[in-house]
Structure formats: C-alpha cells, structure tokens
C-alpha cells in the first residue's frame, strides 16, 4: 500500500489503552480538519484504514466545498464489548492532536459530539464544534444536493411529491427527513435502532426495515448512516433513480460507482453532499464569516454538485470521477492558504 498522506500518527492511549490514529492527508491548502470517530473495529489496523480513507475524502470534500483547508481524520478503535473511560479516551485524542502542533484540527464524528469537542478542547485548541451541533447545517447542505440531483433526473428542483427513502434517522438523518416532509415529499424510512421509528411517525413518514428503505422503489436513496451501503451486492437491487445523502464513505469500492453508473442510477458524491456541517463549523468558528456568508456556501453545494453532474456527462464519466478530478484540480492548482490554525483558539 503506497502512503500519500502527510503524517499518520497511530499510540496506543497512556489513559485509556486504546489505539488513537490520527492521519493528516494534506495541508496543500491549509490546516487539515476532520472529525474525531470512536467505533469498534475487529482489529486496530481496520480503524486505521478507515482513518486513511475518511482523511484522504476529507481532503476533496474541503476542495469541493472552497474551503481553505486540507483533510485529516481521527479514530480510536474499540474492540468488542469496550467499556471506555470516554475522559481518558477523549485527553489521549487531545494530546495526539496537540502534538502536531496545529498541522490538524478535530469536530464531532460517528461516536462523539459536541460535549466531547469540549472535553478535548480542555487540552488543545484545535478542536471544532464545541458544545454546537453540525447537523443542522449538514442537513441544509443535503437539502440543496437533493434539489440538484432531481433537477437533473426531472427537470425541476421541486421536492413535493418526489419520493425518497431515508436511510438513517439520526441526528442528520432526522433533520433531512423533517425538511422533506415539509416541503411536500413522500419520505420512508429505516434505521438500525427502532426507537427512531418514532421520530419518522411524527413527521408522517412511512417506517420499514432497513433493506426495505435500501430497496424502496423511490425517486431518491438517501444514505445518512454510516458508510459502505452501496456494493456490487447491493446495487443490482435498487430502485431509485438516483441516490444522494450525508453518509460517508457510500462506496465500498471506488468501481461501484461504475455499477452504478451503467445501471443509469445517479449517485451524487458524498464528499459534495455532506459538506454543509463542516462547512458552517468551519466558516463560522475557523474563519468568523458572516452568517448570510455561511449561508450562501452551504447552498452553494447545489450549484457545486450541479457542475460535477454536468461535466461527468461532458466527459462521459461517473460524478466520482468528474468530482474527483475537479478536487485533485483545487488543491493542486491552489496553493497554501492563510495559516487559520491560531483561530481556533
């Protein structure tokens, strides 16, 4: 396996005894950000693959979003059954972030929130979304995204009385399921925990299981769980038109967007299309931009996501592949931006 990233930073907790990874991928356009995950990995070296991965895609999700930062990723992989002291999980994190010196800052992921962005924010400085919570702005970001995407399968970006299937009620996926129902569209949905069936009901929602939502016969699938869902098992049973979400890391592997492709489903890519909560933490707390600003960029993730369409079909290739030569172009052709690291103080 070739390395391409910057630095890769993998201790085993003095507090908690737990494998703490951080991976920068790239600093070509400033300090790198990405969030911080606890998660259970059947070995360590799995979370750090992970690490790489999310890292690398946090690179091109800043480029795309017109952010002046790179992409980094931390990790602590939990074995089976781990009951953690979360303070010292949390101080290890910190104290790893601290060591490189500003090169890379931390926001909440799958397994952490806000209130833990304050616990390692009593160590180091480099931390985002402290005490606030991203979701709200993420969810802004994929309504845009989802506007786009059915103006491009349907002539229109009117929501109401398209369907859509919403893979995941969490803290995303119950803020961009409640904007659908409200603008007018027929929305099912799924989650791996049943307690959320509660949060669909409320908003008028159909409830299913989660291979049922995966395979609805829908305009859109929005994946807003964790990654992974779209595999060369998976694909030959969709019936949607087009899938767009928040999850990360949708593919399993990078030709699954070919699987997709020949099948005639649209897939906008991840990186686009939850770009809204990094970027409103970043451009509000990093950069202290306005909120009419902020406002405008995340929106803007339509009009991004509009041009990768256009230009895949230009090129006769995947959005994943319009979108990925469009971020290798930014954090090429732009350089080092303004050091904003001391910002976050």
């Known amino acids: ?122 160590r180091t400085p480099y ?21 786009a995407v059915v103006a491009d399968r349907f002539g229109s970006p009117d929501l109401a009385g398209r369907s859509f299937a919403v893979l995941g009620v969490g803290r995303v996926g119950g803020h961009v399921l409640r904007l659908l129902t409200e603008a007018g569209a027929r929305v099912v949905a799924a989650d791996v925990d049943p307690s959320r069936r509660t ?3 409320s908003f008028g929602a159909a409830w299913t299981d989660p291979h049922g939502c995966l395979t609805a016969e829908v305009d859109v699938l929005v994946p807003a769980a964790l990654g992974g869902v779209l595999t060369g098992e998976t694909v030959p049973e969709l019936r949607c038109a087009a899938v767009a979400g928040p999850a990360n890391n949708q593919l399993d592997r990078p030709g699954t967007a070919t699987l997709l492709h020949e099948r005639g489903i649209l897939w906008a890519p991840d990186v686009v299309v939850s770009a809204g909560g990094i970027i409103h933490a970043i451009a509000t707390e990093l950069h202290r931009e306005a909120p009419e600003r902020v406002a ?30 469009l971020a290798d172009w930014l954090v090429g052709a732009r350089g080092p931006a303004v050091d904003y690291a001391a910002e976050i103080a």
Not at 297 to 324: Q, V
């Open 199 to 201: 949060v669909a009901s």
């Open 127 to 147: 931390v985002f979304c402290r005490g606030y919570d991203s979701s709200p702005g993420t969810a802004a970001g994929v309504m845009a995204a989802l506007r």
């Open 1 to 122: 396996m070739s390395l391409e990233h910057l630095r890769v930073v993998a201790v085993r907790g003095p507090r908690s005894g737990f494998p703490v990874i951080v991976a920068v991928h790239s600093t070509a356009l400033g300090q790198a950000i990405g969030g911080c995950r606890l998660a259970v990995y059947a070995d360590w070296r799995d979370g750090l693959e992970d690490a790489l991965r999310l890292s690398a895609a946090m690179t091109a999700k800043s480029a795309l979003a017109g952010l002046p930062n790179g992409g980094g990723k931390t990790v602590v992989a939990l074995p089976a059954g781990a009951a953690p002291d979360r303070r010292a999980v949390l101080h290890d994190v910190a104290d790893v972030i601290e060591s490189l010196g500003g090169d890379y800052a931390t926001g909440p992921d799958v397994g952490t929130g806000p209130d833990d962005m304050v616990t390692i924010g009593e």
């Open 296 to 325: 405008e960029r995340i929106a803007g993730i339509g009009d991004t996501l509009t041009g990768i369409l256009d230009a895949a079909r230009e090129t006769s290739s995947t959005p994943a592949e319009a979108a990925a030569r």
